[in-house]
DNA sequence: TAATATCTATGATATATGTCATGTTTTACG
DNA sequence: CGTAAAACATGACATATATCATAGATATTA
């Protein structure tokens, strides 16, 4: 009985092999070997709503693989704003670049929601990543696609206006996340991190959105956001 | 002396393994047979001004590694306007994106102005990345660094107003082609590209670069730009 | 559950940027 | 070298967005 209970702890702490999150990121290149090794020194944490995980600046020293919740990439601009760069959610990793550049962070990350994350440390990814080249081959697919989303977004912050990206922030938020039992967006944003994702001010967020409830596109309560017309969303330009 | 006439041929046509250009990129990291093999199925090409190496939505099936010249990555937005993402300089790859996750390319390359490019077939590249952790891992490194640029520039359009960006590209210009032998930058570009690349219209773009002018930070002659307040520019704000 | 802090909402106004029109200069090319 | 086409320049005006002020709603916690 004994022995039954503790495998149940070991596996709520999850082993690296029966993980299915992996399927998300690169780690499913890894063979049974490498992730028993990975599975003996990662550490799993679970991580409360606006707490850190690291800040810009700061050395990450691994990555984390998100098991469950949502957390925001941001940076700190020279007038002091935050701009969020990017909604990391389960299965995506971070810290890949800080690791495979040996630079400090460029980015902060604070949690949006609770999160379920696991820290596997850098000696153990370089070691894979040095003699596995499916696994080498997998981040490099994972980091381009980083790299034409960030392409994309950097056109539409300079050729949309803002109404315009905020239904788009919308809707990705849509088909990222879907919907609550209520019909409410799975995630739950200050209209401030709207605004930081946007890349606008807060009251701009703010009277775009109550302008997309005039018009009948979303209605809201409080931070909870329903979306009415997407098709009409995907209108806006 | 025939034979040295044909070396001195193929010399200017380069082989890989003596080419030093490699040394700003990836491909340093590949072994001298590696190297040969390579240079035996290349195609080394010079672009004229203008000219289009490949389009949004096309396949390039290889990467340029670019040995001389300037080239702009562009993508048409919605409006029909023409973003520039980035400049592509001596020793950069291109293509590497496209390659690695088996998609059409997202972005337009257009020259600057007159190239002398390599291109390296699909298949001898990713032939490499999958026996060679040391390639990839530079592979790798490459685009974290490209992803924090494009990280950067994101926050900066966000929250940078124009002035601001079209300063910081002459910085960036002078700092990435020096200046010519009358002290204009090295690099020339049309009043168009610089608000394409800074993400604006181009009468703003003219409208500042007048009043740089009458400020006495740059002068213009032509499409020629001499820079002659440095850290007045970097004071922008 | 009341009190407080934080977040949302909206008006008034200032500023930044885009658009259209038009004239001038530069460049490309026969 | 002259001419046409393209690029540059600038004014007038329209629109988008930011900022400041203030009120109201929601969430947090004692």
Redesign the interface.
């Known amino acids: 009985m004994f022995y039954v209970t503790l495998n149940l702890i070991v596996s709520a702490m999850s082993k690296c092999q029966q993980c299915i999150v992996k399927q998300f990121n690169a780690l499913k290149a890894l063979g049974k070997e490498d992730l028993i090794r990975i599975s003996g020194c990662k550490t799993s944490k679970s991580v409360k709503k606006g707490e850190i995980l690291f800040r810009e600046g700061e050395s990450v020293n691994g990555i984390y693989c998100i098991k469950d919740g949502v957390c925001k990439l941001s940076?700190l601009?020279?007038?002091g704003?935050e701009?969020i760069?990017?909604l990391v959610v389960r299965g995506d990793l971070i810290g890949?670049?800080s690791l495979?550049?040996d630079?400090k962070s460029?980015?902060t990350a604070i949690a949006v929601n609770e999160m379920q994350v696991c820290f596997i440390p850098k000696s153990e990814v370089l070691h894979d990543?040095?003699?596995?080249?499916?696994f080498?081959?997998d981040?490099?697919?994972d980091?381009?696609?980083?790299?034409?989303l960030?392409?994309?977004?950097?056109?539409?912050?300079?050729?949309?206006p803002v109404k315009q990206r905020l239904a788009d922030v919308l809707i990705y938020l849509y088909n990222t996340f879907g919907n609550d039992d209520k019909d409410y967006l799975g995630v739950i944003l200050s209209r401030e991190d709207y605004a930081s994702i946007?890349?606008?001010a807060t009251e701009s967020a703010i009277r775009i959105l109550s302008q997309f409830k005039k018009e009948g596109l979303i209605s809201t309560r409080g931070k909870h956001i329903k979306i009415l017309d997407l098709e009409g969303l995907k209108r806006i330009?």
Chains 1, 2 share one sequence.
């Open positions: 940076k601009s020279a007038n704003k701009q760069v990017k890949q670049r495979v550049t630079e460029n980015l990543l040095s003699r596995n080249a499916s080498s081959l981040m490099l697919q980091m381009a696609k980083e790299l034409r960030a392409d994309n977004i950097i056109v539409d912050m300079a050729q949309k946007v890349g606008t330009e």
